[in-house]
């Protein structure tokens, strides 16, 4: 038996491999022109833009390989459905909600105020907005545990960064 979702599938992740190539190959080029201090004498391999360019390259390959096994499939389906990008219902809804999150992190919150206040608002906002169901028993308990979760995933994130991989927060 065939599934009848198949092409429409496909063809979100041709535009899927299609927009994470693009979104890599952009990483990878912003990550090229940043400085490597060869006149301070710093290994090359601890320069900025190393661990970024490294992704940016890899998540370009992978989208790549994506978008073509989609594309593979794509054509060997009958036509499908138009293909709604950001989804339908309560997909789509999900999406803009988290693509607020991330945007209202970005913009307002880091570099407004300090970088572990905002990492913890993000993180607490973003789980009590998807893993909260009001309705059920057990709000107070589940949100003390995201607060555990806040407190322990933005230590760890800090930690991270400035002690492993020395870089300065904002």
């Given at each position: 038996m065939s599934d009848p979702d198949k092409p429409t599938l496909a063809r979100h992740d041709l535009w899927t491999g299609l927009a994470l190539a693009l979104l890599g190959l952009a990483t990878a080029e912003?990550?090229?022109?940043?400085?490597?201090l060869e006149e301070r004498g710093i290994d090359p391999w601890t320069a900025p833009g190393i661990v970024p360019g490294v992704l940016g390259a890899a998540l370009a390959v992978l989208g790549v390989v994506l978008a073509l096994r989609a594309a593979k499939e794509v054509r060997a389906a009958p036509a499908?459905?138009?293909?709604?990008?950001?989804?339908?219902?309560?997909?789509r809804r999900r999406f803009l909600v988290a693509l607020a999150l991330n945007l209202v992190y970005a913009c307002l919150l880091v570099g407004r105020i300090p970088y572990a206040a905002a990492t913890a608002v993000y993180v607490f906002a973003f789980m009590a907005v998807f893993g909260l169901e009001p309705r059920r028993p057990g709000v107070l308990a589940r949100l003390a545990v995201f607060g555990l979760v806040t407190a322990a995933a933005t230590a760890g994130v800090i930690y991270l960064f400035e002690t492993l991989f020395l870089v300065r927060l904002p």
């Open positions: 912003e990550s090229w022109r940043m400085p490597r499908a459905r138009p293909v709604r990008i950001f989804g339908e219902g309560d997909a």
